[in-house]
């Protein structure tokens, strides 16, 4: 567990910009020692592994839970059922299919779509257009709360391209008036600092290697 860095990186932090603990692979034991130091918000990205993390330490009422992995569709229902938080929605399909069951389950999942502002062939996300040419259909959707949007820089980009590519869905959430933007991870956090993130999703910056 690299707690020095946990803490040193939250004492750098803005106001405005919050830790989300990557704490897929790594223990409940391990989450529960962080959660100790006060971290409260963990992402998962595998939906039965964190079920069953969730249960181990669901007497911890502080915990906030985000799924951060690609959506399956077999898997949204339990997803929207366990998670305040998705910030992986990266089409409109998914959209409309987590508005149907958040409305049938009595949930509102605060949401962060994903978009794609590179040609990268394994991210997915929402064409940038296409998200603000459906917008003003996408905000009538009932049960769900759009917070903002996330991202996913391609591995291998320099200081400045990974700055140039955070800069630009800073500038779409703005135009979509949205609050929040998810992006940045433990070798790009800097960068996504400097242009506006609103979430950082660290993992082995601060668990260390994982264990599981």
Same mark, same amino acid.
């Given at each position: 567990m690299e707690i020095s860095n946990y803490l040193q990186i939250k004492k750098k932090l803005p106001l405005n910009v919050r830790l989300l603990a990557v704490s897929k692979?790594?223990?409940s034991q391990e989450i529960k020692y962080i959660?100790?130091?006060?971290q409260n918000d963990f992402g998962e990205s595998r939906f039965q592994e964190a079920?069953?993390?969730q249960n181990l330490l669901k007497d911890f009422k502080n915990i906030k839970w985000h799924f951060i992995g690609r959506l399956q569709s077999n898997k949204i229902r339990k997803i929207v059922q366990n998670f305040e938080y998705i910030h992986s929605v990266d089409s409109y399909e998914k959209l409309i299919k987590i508005s149907k069951i958040s409305c049938e389950s009595n949930k509102n999942p605060l949401i962060m779509l994903q978009v794609k502002l590179?040609?990268?062939?394994?991210?997915?996300?929402?064409n940038p257009k296409v998200l603000e040419e459906k917008w003003d259909q996408i905000k009538q959707f009932k049960s769900i709360?759009?917070?903002?949007?996330?991202t996913i820089n391609p591995k291998g980009l320099?200081? *400045? &391209?990974?700055? @140039? #590519?955070? *800069? &630009?869905?800073? @500038? #779409?959430?703005?135009s979509l008036e949205l609050d929040d933007c998810s992006m940045g991870m433990s070798e790009d956090w800097e960068e996504a600092v400097d242009a506006g993130s609103t979430w950082l999703r660290l993992g082995?910056?601060?668990f260390g290697n994982r264990s599981i």
């Open positions: 692979g790594f223990s959660h100790n130091k006060g079920f069953e993390k590179s040609d990268d062939p394994s991210k997915g996300g929402f709360t759009i917070k903002g949007l996330m320099s200081s *400045k &391209e990974n700055f @140039k #590519l955070f *800069k &630009e869905c800073r @500038k #779409l959430a703005d082995s910056i601060i």
